[in-house]
């Protein structure tokens, strides 16, 4: 403990093969974070059970410690009741659980032409199933469940960015355009469908276009449903939002969806991205399907 009576921030990271961990890994060392990967299950249980200590020479840098199904002896169970004791102790210890859809799982292994660790002489699917059963413990006391089956790596670097970027001083806002064609993102809190509006995708000249263009904005913006619309969405959050705070609901992700997520969705979002910064808050955007085609 430094001098000031501060315990170092710890955070537990985990989950599934093949669901991002190595991506988690890299983000919070671009962080600052001091990252250890695979820990000993021995020294793991040692730093648990140790009272919470600053970094050396009292740096105050938060350590990521990664433990998974590669580690020798690896016990969710025992490290479910070593984080309760730390928790029960007043530190600073959280869990971030990584998980992703077995089909995705599957394609991804299949793809890297990767053994996965728990399947060497067997199909990939007894693995993960093996796996999955394995880390319910973790994942049900989870500070932060992230499901990766609908993120590329960019997708995940920005969510971990603005879940641990800074210090936590009220509610974190993702915003989020997607296509509907493509599947609702697991990770959303709030979905909004924004199909009701006009569809610049039948405007010839204004199909290759997206929602992040003039054309495009204008167009969306003059159906005559467009402004009630975005000043009721606008007073649902003004009202939701700070409801989320007093909860103690760190992390807000609000998606907006259309059919192909390239035009409504797209501008509805940086619309409403523009009015929250106007409020106060720091939201990150994302456009999950503006790439696709």
């Known amino acids: 403990m430094s001098e000031d009576g501060r315990h170092r921030r710890l955070m537990i990271v985990t989950g599934m093969s093949g669901a991002g961990k190595s991506t988690a890994v890299r983000t919070l060392e671009d962080l600052g974070w001091e990252v250890v990967d695979n820990l000993p299950l021995m020294l793991l249980d040692r730093l648990l059970d140790a ?6 020479d009292g740096e105050d840098r938060p ?30 210890v959280g869990l971030l659980v990584l998980d992703c859809a077995d089909s995705e799982l599957v394609r991804r292994f299949s793809e890297t032409r990767r053994r996965h660790p728990l399947a060497l002489d067997r199909p990939i699917e007894d693995g993960i199933a093996r796996e999955r059963e394995l880390l319910h413990p973790l994942r ?9 089956t609908d993120s590329s790596t960019n997708t995940l670097q920005q969510e ?48 290759p276009m997206t929602g992040q263009q003039a054309p495009v904005a204008d167009y969306v913006a003059a159906d005559p449903a467009y402004p009630e619309a975005i000043e009721r969405i606008d007073g649902l959050l003004a009202l939701l939002l700070p409801r989320y705070a007093a909860e103690g609901k760190s992390y807000v992700t609000i998606a907006f969806g259309c059919t192909g997520g390239r ?31």
């Open 140 to 148: 049900a006391i989870a500070d932060h469940l992230i499901d990766t």
């Open 263 to 293: 035009h409504r969705s797209v501008h509805v979002a940086e619309t409403i991205g523009s009015r929250l910064r106007e409020r106060g808050f720091s939201p990150t955007i994302v456009h999950r399907d503006l790439a696709r085609h």
């Open 63 to 92: 350590l990521a410690v990664v433990v998974d199904s590669r580690t020798r002896g690896f016990d969710p169970d025992r490290m479910v009741a070593r984080i309760a004791r730390r928790h029960e102790q007043g530190d600073d």
């Open 51 to 56: 009272p919470g200590q600053m970094g050396a």
């Open 160 to 207: 971990l960015r603005a879940r641990f970027a800074t210090p936590e001083t009220g509610t974190t806002l993702a915003i989020m355009s997607f296509g509907f064609a493509r599947g609702v993102p697991r990770n959303a809190d709030l979905v909004l469908d924004m199909r009701f509006l006009r569809n610049p995708h039948w405007v010839p000249e204004l199909k």
